[in-house]
């Protein structure tokens, strides 16, 4: 399975401390420098700029043709951009992406996603990872898996 990831899903999976789980179900992840550049900027968290500092071995950080960058719609940010170029140049199975426009250009583009806003709440009042395409439920019940925090774009 070819599975490509935006820096958004990466980011909250290592704050929750769950990014192993991409590993156990899809084995490898696909991730494009400019996302591998978001997540170590400064403006990150420590924790996520140490962790693509030094990946692990099943992320393969790739470059993205500039040419297949450029015909992605310009008011989506680099690192969206550079995650659907290679979701398209790769023909990937999954692409793992948060930002709505990037979700709709995907769509648009007939992708096939996951994202948080799948994320549901628990009868604790609290949200928690559901996603169907990331995390089977029988995972979300045994880790007992939260969101990171309430946000806009979890609605």
């Known amino acids: 399975m070819i599975v490509v990831a935006d820096s958004g899903p990466l ?3 290592i704050l929750i401390e769950h990014i192993e789980l991409l590993r156990r179900f899809y084995g490898q992840v ?3 420098e400019p996302v591998a550049g978001e997540l170590s900027a400064a403006a990150a968290p420590a924790v996520v700029r140490d962790w693509i500092t030094k990946p692990p071995t099943w992320v393969d950080v790739r470059p993205v043709p500039s ?3 450029s015909m ?3 008011d989506l ?3 969206e951009r550079a995650a659907i170029a290679l979701a398209e140049t790769m023909h990937a199975d999954l692409l793992l ?4 426009a990037g979700r709709a250009e995907a769509k648009r583009r007939h992708l096939p996603i996951w ?3 799948s994320c549901t709440r628990s009868s604790t009042g609290g949200r928690s990872h559901s996603e169907a395409h990331l995390l089977p439920q029988s995972e979300v019940e045994q880790h007992q898996l939260r969101c990171p ?3 806009p774009d979890l609605d």
């Open 11 to 13: 980011h909250y999976l």
């Open 30 to 32: 696909l991730v494009p």
């Open 67 to 69: 040419d297949a960058v």
């Open 72 to 74: 992605i719609r310009d």
């Open 77 to 79: 940010d680099l690192g």
């Open 97 to 100: 992406i948060d930002e709505a």
């Open 115 to 117: 994202t948080r806003r």
């Open 149 to 151: 925090r309430h946000s």
